[in-house]
Nanobody, 125 residues
Framework: QVQLVESGGGSVQAGGSLRLSCVAS????????VGWFRRAPGKEREFVAG????????YYADSVKGRFTISRDNAKNTVSLQMNSLKPEDTAMYYC??????????????????WGQGTQVTVSS
């Protein structure tokens, strides 16, 4: 069983930065692939970034490539999402999700079993 808690959201102006954290409980977190997703008002949930269980591979949506960086520290059961050069279109609720095993990074929600409650990111122009 894995429980996920996100933090680090907030309100920033365009061009600013935020760092989201996803802290997990459970001994198996280090064996899970983790993804960040987001859902903006009136839009469907979309994949943002993902990282394999050992941190060896990462994958980004085209819309955030070059601006966002995902990383993990398994010793601290934490996955982080550094978001730079934020744009108003990045405004959304951001969710952390974890797979049930050592899988490759997937950009679809159905590949993730555990989900956090989300943290809100608001970027003003």
């Amino acid at each position: 069983q894995v429980q996920l808690v996100e933090s680090g959201g907030g309100s920033v102006q365009a061009g600013g930065s935020l760092r989201l954290s996803c802290v997990a409980s459970g001994r198996t977190f280090s064996s899970t692939t983790v993804g960040w997703f987001r859902r903006a008002p009136g839009k469907e949930r979309e994949f943002v970034a993902g990282i394999t269980w050992d941190g060896s591979s990462t994958y980004y949506a085209d819309s955030v490539k070059g601006r966002f960086t995902i990383s993990r520290d398994n010793a601290k059961n934490t996955v982080s999402l550094q978001m730079n050069s934020l744009k108003p279109e990045d405004t959304a609720m951001y969710y952390c999700a974890a797979s049930r095993g050592r899988t490759g990074v997937a950009n679809t929600a159905r590949n993730y079993y555990y989900w956090g409650q989300g943290t809100q990111v608001t970027v003003s122009s």
